[in-house]
């Protein structure tokens, strides 16, 4: 079974910059996706993006594409999500999530083991 940790978040003005990272642990798959959510306040569930973990193929919502980067470390079993430029409206609850196979899916039922969150909060 896979565990997911995330860190990283905090408070940011607009305009700066956060990384957030996500540790893998226990039975952990080469072939898997690692995505990455998020969730604002009264608001549903988002993608954000996603990699594949085995050929590095990276997926993004339009919201995030320029600003944000994922990446990969196979060595340390970590995802890291780089985040510029950051806006008030990226202030949610950020989760990492893993699912089997190399689809990059935008759908949250997709992932089947989930981190527990870390906030970011972008003040204006």
């Known amino acids: 079974q896979v565990q997911l940790v995330e860190s990283g978040g905090g408070l940011v003005q607009a305009g700066g910059s956060l990384r957030l990272s996500c540790v893998a642990s226990?039975?952990?798959?080469?072939?898997?996706?690692m995505g990455w959510f998020r969730r604002a306040p009264e608001k549903e569930r988002e993608f954000v993006t996603a990699?594949?973990?085995?050929?590095?193929?990276?997926r993004y919502t339009d919201s995030v594409k320029g600003r944000f980067t994922i990446s990969r470390d196979h060595a340390e079993n970590t995802v890291y999500l780089q985040m510029n430029s950051l806006k008030p409206e990226d202030t949610a609850v950020y989760f990492c999530?893993?699912?089997?196979?190399?689809?990059?899916?935008?759908?949250?039922?997709?992932?089947?083991?989930w981190g527990q969150g870390t906030q970011v909060t972008v003040s204006s």
């Open positions: 226990g039975r952990t798959f080469s072939s898997n996706v």
């Open positions: 999530a893993t699912k089997y196979g190399s689809l990059l899916s935008q759908l949250s039922d997709r992932y089947d083991t």
């Open positions: 990699i594949s973990l085995k050929s590095g193929n990276t």
